[in-house]
C-alpha cells in the first residue's frame, strides 16, 4: 500500500454500506442508532476524503486512476469500472462529503418526529444520495459518471417524495424525475456520439485525442451533454422542477442544492472543460442560457412568499452564474462559486429548517417577522449567509462572484452588465427574505410566539460551521488584484484545466478596470441591501401582489405555457392514440385473433358432441372429402 488514494473506493462505499443497513434493517433499528448509522458513514467518507485532499495537494501531483474490475469490454469497447483522483474530483469529495456529514447530523434532530421505520428509511435515501453524487464524481469514465448521474435522480425521486401520502409531493417528485430523464436523454445520445468518434468513454483518451477532433463534431457532443446539464442544474429550460423540489424535506433540499444534485452540471462540463474550450459554439450557448436563467429566476425569487421557495430560485439563478463561468472559461471560477455557494446555501436553507421548525411548518415569510431575539443563532448564521451570497466582501460569495463577472467583462462587457443585474437582484431578494423574517415584529399567531424557540445543538451546531465556512472559503479565492499568487485554488486545480488554459484566448482586464467594476458592484449592491432593509422591516407586504408583480409571484406563468404547448397537447395525444389506435385497433386486431380461435374452438368442439348421429355425419363428410381428394389426385 503506497497511498491511500489506493483506498478511495472506501469513500463510497461507506455510504453505500450505511444504505444497505439502514434500509433493509429499517424496522429493527432505533432511531438514534439509524440517525448514528447515517452520520457516522459519512463522516467516515468526509475523513478518507481529506486523506486523499491532502495528497492531491502535493507539489507535482498527477491524475491517478484506479481500476477496481472490468466493466464493459465488447467488440472492441472496453470500459473499467474505475475512479480517476485529480484535483477536482478531490475537492469535490470534500464539498459531497463535508457538507453532506452536517446535513445528516442536523437531520438527526430536524426528523426526530418520524417513525422509526421512517426515520431509518430517510437515512438511507440520504446515504443513497451521496452515494451516487461520489460515484458521479469519482467515476474515470462518462459511464461511471452516468451510473452516479442516473443514481441522483433516483435519489431525488426518492426523497423529494419521501412523503409519499400527500399527492402534491408526490407529483413534484414525479415532476423531478421525467424533467432529468429529457435531459438525460441528450446526455445519453451525447455517450453514444463520444463512442461513435473516440471509441471509448475514458476521460484521458477522450480528452488526449480531442484536439485532432472536427469541430462540428465536438459541437454536437459537447451541445448534447449540455442538454443533461440543463437538467440536472436546472436551467432553461429545464429548470421548473428544482423549486417544486421543496416538497421534500428541508435537509434534502438542502443536500440537492448545496452538496449533491444542482452540482451534478457543473461538474460534468468543468470535467470535459478541453471539449467545451475547442467548441467555441457550445461555450457561448452555455454562456447565454446561463446568464438568463440567471436573471429569469432572480426576477422571480423577488416576489416569492415561501421562504423555501426564494431559496430555490435563488439556487438556479447562482447556477446561471456558474454556467456563465464554465461559458467565458473561468472553469476555476465556476468550480469556486460551487464551493462557495455549496456552504452558504446549505447554510441558508438548514437555516429555513429552523425557522420552519420554530414556526411550526410556518413557511410564509408574510407571517413571520421579529424572530431574531428569538433565534439568535439561527439568525445570525442566516444573516451571515445572506451577506455571502449577495457577494460584500470579505464574505466568501464576493470572491467566487466577482471572479466569474470580471472574466464575463473581459469576454463580453454586455455579459458583466447582465451578470451584475443579477447579482443586485440577489442582494435585495435576500435582504427582503431577511427583514420580512428577522426584522419588525412577529406577524404569526399567539400559539406560534408562545413556543418559539431556539432550535437544539444538532441543528444549530451545523449552522455555526457553515456560517464560519461561508465567511472564510472565499480567501482560498483571493484574486491577484489583491495579492500576488493568492489564489490558492486557481494553483490547485491548474493542472485540471491546463489544455484547456494553454488553448484558449487569454482575456486580461486591467487592475484599474477592475478596481473601478469592483466599487461599481459593491456600491450598487451596499445600496439595494439597504433599500431592501429600510423597506421591508417597516413595511412588510402582507397581501398579495399586484399589477407586473403578481407576473412574478407567479413566476412568469412559464408552469402554465409548459402545461399548454406541452403537457396538454401530449395528454390529448395519448387520449386520441388510447382511444383510436390502442382500443379500436391494436385491442380489436388482438381481441380478433383471440375471439377467432374461441369460435373455432367452439366449432371443432361439436366433432365430440357425444352424439352418434353426429359422429356418423362428420364420418360421411369425411369420406366424401377423401374420395374427392383421392379422385382428384388420380386425375
Known sequence: MNSIIDLVYLVPLFPLIGFLINGLGRKNLSKSLSGIIGSGVILASFIVSLLIFNETRAEGFTAITVNLFEFINVAGLNIPFAFQVDQLSALF????????????????????????????????????????????????????MFIGWEGVGLCSYLLIGYWFKNNEYGNAARKAFVMNRIGDLGFLLGLFFIIQQFGSLTYSEVFANAQGTDTAILTVITLLLFVGATGKSAQIPLYTWLPDAMAGPTPVSALIHAATMVTAGIYMIARSNILYTLAPVSQTVVTVIGLATAILAATIAIKQNDIKKVLAYSTVSQLGYMFLGLGVGAYTGAVFHVMTHAFFKALLFLGAGSVIHAMHHEQDIRKMGGLAKKLPTTHWTFLAGCIAIAGIPPFSGFFSKDEILVHAFAANPVYYVIGLAGALMTA?????????????????????????????????????????????????GIPELFAADAHKL???????????????????????????????????????????????????????????????????????????????????????????????????????????????GRQLRLMQSGQVGSYVLWMVLGILILFVITITILK
Open 93 to 144: 469529495l470534500l464539498i459531497i462529503t463535508g457538507v453532506g456529514f452536517l446535513i445528516h447530523v442536523y437531520s438527526t434532530s430536524y426528523m426526530h418526529e418520524e417513525a422509526p421505520h421512517h426515520y431509518a428509511r430517510y437515512f438511507a435515501y440520504l446515504n443513497l444520495f451521496v452515494f451516487s453524487m461520489l460515484l458521479l464524481v469519482l467515476g474515470a469514465n462518462y459511464l461511471i
Open 428 to 476: 435585495f431578494y435576500m435582504f427582503r427574505l431577511y427583514a420580512m423574517t428577522f426584522r419588525g415584529t412577529f406577524r404569526g399567531t399567539h400559539e406560534q410566539e408562545h413556543h418559539l424557540h431556539e432550535s437544539p445543538w444538532q441543528m444549530t451546531m451545523p449552522l455555526v460551521v457553515l456560517a464560519v465556512l461561508a465567511i472564510v472559503a472565499g480567501f482560498v
Open 490 to 600: 486557481e494553483h490547485y486545480l491548474a493542472p485540471v484545466f491546463k489544455a484547456s488554459t494553454e488553448l484558449a484566448e487569454a482575456h486580461h482586464v486591467e487592475h484599474s478596470t477592475e478596481y473601478i467594476l469592483l466599487a461599481v458592484s459593491i456600491t450598487l449592491i451596499v445600496l439595494s441591501i439597504l433599500y431592501a432593509l429600510n423597506r421591508f422591516s417597516k413595511k412588510p407586504e402582507t397581501g398579495e401582489a399586484e399589477g407586473f408583480g403578481k407576473v412574478l409571484a407567479n413566476k412568469w406563468y412559464v408552469d402554465e405555457l409548459y402545461n399548454s404547448i406541452i403537457t396538454k397537447p401530449l395528454n390529448g395525444l395519448g387520449a386520441f392514440t388510447n382511444r383510436f389506435i390502442e382500443k379500436s385497433s391494436i385491442d380489436g386486431i388482438v381481441n380478433g385473433v383471440g375471439k377467432s380461435v374461441q369460435w373455432g
